[in-house]
């Protein structure tokens, strides 16, 4: 008898546009602008402009609207989460990925099989979204971003330890944040607030109107203020935050000697914490690091897992050698010579 | 440990100088009396600790992690100790006091270090366990500049960096006396007999376009000496000697502390001298990489120690006596002393001897340029008005191309700095080659030097210990003082005060200078 996992490469492609389930004929987040697609979260790798019937979870579609205006896409349509849709002949639902607020994992099913489509995801509490929920499947595509070993995120309560005794010994400098504007912003603002920091906070224009989405939809980021509708304002011993592509130089002549500042679960190597030249590195990520993805992958316990999105050999290595069955997303549907 | 390490952290990180003191001075002011001396003397690298080999220490981490996750983890860090840091699997995490480790490793047996290290990683998450590592297998380089950790001393206990600089030599670490003096809890350490370092006179940068507002009789004109600035102190106690950092160089260069003074502080240039004539500073090398001067070193690469300035004069401080007198005192002092020479004063009438003077020790071997220096000037720590000033020989310029890259620039870096770099020749077969002609560490841009980094990473060739060989790619503009034989070397060839000046992106290393050019360069 056939396992149901190698039935779905029969059903489940990965093609020029993306992953695409056909007896459904719609995409999983596709590359490219297609007819139909599954959104899992409003990032802009998972999330592109321009497709046709658009199905994702409330937020990711709000988060959409504000990137992409009327390019979010023709029909919108919001689904629930748990709530079971028929595309054809395939059953599809939307559990919580944890990455960032509205981000899910998708459902498929076919013919008794189970895939789970998971995003990106992380296991750590945020503040910021629903918690990652355990959904039992035939397949599991997982994200590897940080599948390598040594990516073990410590607690953020150690990493915001390090940044109070930063702000303690520099009280005059400006804290300057990069951080990407969905997500990443919010969980920091989050977790400042958790730390029971509740100064206002300054942001450039895109992340603010993006925390505007986050406290429209019911999450509290406390007192924010918008950079430049402060001109004039000091911001001496404040906390500014701006997306990674937008350079401080807008109010460099504001901020003097600031210490610059960013998050990510790549600082956690040394060497890579250097390349940004950052002051105060913060190892804070919103995917999972290596024991929590191996632990979830004994928790989801799946058939086959596929891996795609970073360090898939050494993912692909551990499934193997911990007796799991697994491949690299991209070598889905070619053989795999195992058999 | 966990204040240590934090400050670890940040030091590394710290984009100034001044946020480096402003750490340590919260750290000193955090941290119990018994956690302080050991740290000072771990980042100024004075606390001799063990050292362990990696490989072993390895072979053990192999036995509990998958070889294969630990060789994809290991392409990827490109750091071993750091490798081994964040794959080490903690058994069960302890409270480990920072003295508690030193203490450790110091009354670990012969043998048995790596047990001893072991023990400790398996209690430690990994950002403490990076620094133990560190601790037992890191080079003899400061974490940070020793002024720096004098200034923060300085500046938690409300004394002047002066005094601090001049006490600190004569202590060892954990430093007690020191910091009880410090604390206000004992004594100013009785300095008497011993080897005090003073701070020391720095020169400005001449301004040629200011010529003709010198007055060169105002001056005294000498060699500036292709070599390393450094400060005798030699007392009843002992003799040391000291680099312009305050850095303890004594055991390196017997050969040159060899002197029969009593109770004087003398400044000068540390060169090596070989069949009479001064070689290239970059000589120097070998014996400053090295923790002590073996017999072969000190042969083929003597040192010797010329004199230009007297601070401390049989126990007279002479530091307010203008040039002339001290020079005057010097001249009386030495007479001729077998293995130190006081620097000859050139004569000097007017403006365009002073360019001929400069024009005419380009030609000299070991020169690279002149030193003036105002005759009616006392000596100063701080250069006040340009009364010292270099007039370096101007550099000449040339593109190399990157050979090998070493780690370094501050012990913990974690990125390559040092730059071995070549010229092109072609051999006997008609194929061009790339010849290495010297050494350089970047100084430039930190984002500059990450892009290198990167490009480092993907052109890896072969490993030889820390150094790494490169694909023939990236071309460097580089400024070097002069051409200089080289037997040692393939290319025959050295670039005496080579610089990295540019990163040559776009630029083709077959477009790199040829031997043939840098020969035509040559005095």
Known sequence: MQRASHQAESWLKVTRKGLYCEPGDFYVDPALAVDRALITHAHGDHARPGNKAVLATKETLRFMRLRYGKRAGHHLQAVTLGEVISIGPVKVSFYPAGHVLGSCQILLEYKGCRVVVSGDYKRRPDPTTLDFEVVPCHVFITEATFGLPVFEHPPVESELEKLTHVRTCFPERTLQVSAYSLGKCQRLIAELRRAGIDEPIYLHGSQYHHCEAYQELGVNLGELRSVESCLGETLKGAIVFAPLNVLFQDYADRILDPISTSASGWLRVRSKSFMGSCELPLIISDHVDWPELTQTIEEVNPEEVWVTHGSEEATIHWCRSHQRRAKALSLVGRGDGEE | ?523
């Not at chain 2, 100088?17 to 956690?35: G, N, P």
């Not at chain 2, 770099?421 to 100084?443: C, H």
Request: aromatic share 8%; net charge neutral; charged share 25%.
């Open chain 2, 1 to 523: 440990m966990k204040a240590f390490s934090l400050l670890l952290d940040c030091l590394s990180h710290a984009s100034s100088d001044e946020a480096k003191i402003v750490y340590l001075r919260k750290y000193l002011q955090d941290v119990s009396a018994s956690e302080r001396g050991y740290a000072v003397g771990i980042v100024t690298r004075e606390l001799n600790l063990p050292a362990i080999r990696l490989p072993l220490l390895k072979s053990r981490l192999l036995d509990r992690v998958d070889p294969k996750l630990f060789e994809l983890s290991l392409s990827f860090v490109t750091d071993l100790s750091e490798t081994m840091a964040l794959l080490w699997p903690a058994i069960a995490e302890k409270p480990i006091s920072l003295p508690d480790v030193v203490t450790r490793l110091n009354n670990a047996e012969k043998g048995e270090e790596t047990a001893v290290v072991e023990d400790l990683l398996n209690h430690l998450p990994a950002s403490k366990r990076w620094v133990v590592l560190k601790l037992v297998t890191a080079r003899k380089k400061p974490i940070i500049a020793p002024r720096l950790v004098k200034a923060a001393l300085a500046r938690w206990a409300g004394k002047s960096s002066q005094e601090v600089a001049e006490i600190w030599p004569t202590l060892p670490p954990p430093y007690t006396e020191l910091f009880e003096w410090l604390e206000g809890k004992g004594e100013r350490p009785d300095v008497k007999g011993r080897a005090v370092f003073l701070p020391m006179q720095s020169a400005g940068n001449f301004d040629q376009t200011k010529l003709n507002q010198i007055k060169s009789q105002d001056f005294a004109v000498a060699r500036k000496w292709d070599g390393l600035r450094v400060q005798l102190s030699s007392f009843e106690q002992e003799t040391k000697l000291f680099t312009s950092e305050g850095d303890d160089i004594t055991a390196l260069f017997p050969d040159a502390v060899k002197l029969t003074t009593d109770n004087s502080v003398f400044e000068g240039d540390l060169v090596i001298v070989r069949d009479g004539e001064i070689q290239p500073a970059n000589e120097l090398q070998p014996r400053l990489n090295r923790k002590s001067a073996t017999k072969k070193l000190q042969e083929s690469h003597p040192a010797r120690f010329i004199i230009d300035d007297v601070l401390i004069l049989k126990g007279q401080d002479v530091r307010s006596r203008i040039y002339s007198q001290r020079y005057e005192d010097l001249e009386k002092y030495f007479g001729d002393q077998s293995n130190c020479k006081v620097t000859k004063t050139l004569p000097c009438l007017d403006e365009p001897t002073l360019l001929d003077l400069r024009k005419a020790t380009t030609q000299e071997r070991g020169v690279v340029g002149i030193r003036l220096k105002r005759w009616d000037a006392p000596y100063e720590e701080k250069n006040r008005a340009g009364c010292w000033l270099d007039w370096l020989n101007p550099p000449k310029e040339a593109r190399l191309v990157l050979l090998y890259a070493e780690k370094g620039k501050g012990a913990m870096s974690p990125l390559y700095s040092e730059f071995t770099l070549g010229t092109l020749n072609q051999n006997d077969a008609g194929e061009t080659l790339a010849l290495p002609v010297g050494k350089s560490t970047f100084e430039g841009d930190k984002e500059e030097l990450a892009s290198i980094n990167q490009w480092i990473e993907n052109n890896v060739v072969e490993r030889f210990g820390p150094v790494r060989s490169v694909n023939l790619g990236l071309v460097f503009r580089v400024t070097f003082g002069a051409v200089q034989p080289s037997a040692r070397r393939k290319s025959g060839l050295i670039l005496t005060s080579l610089s990295v000046e540019q990163v040559l992106w776009e630029e083709s290393w077959i477009e790199a200078t040829t031997r043939q050019e840098l020969l035509g360069l040559m005095d």
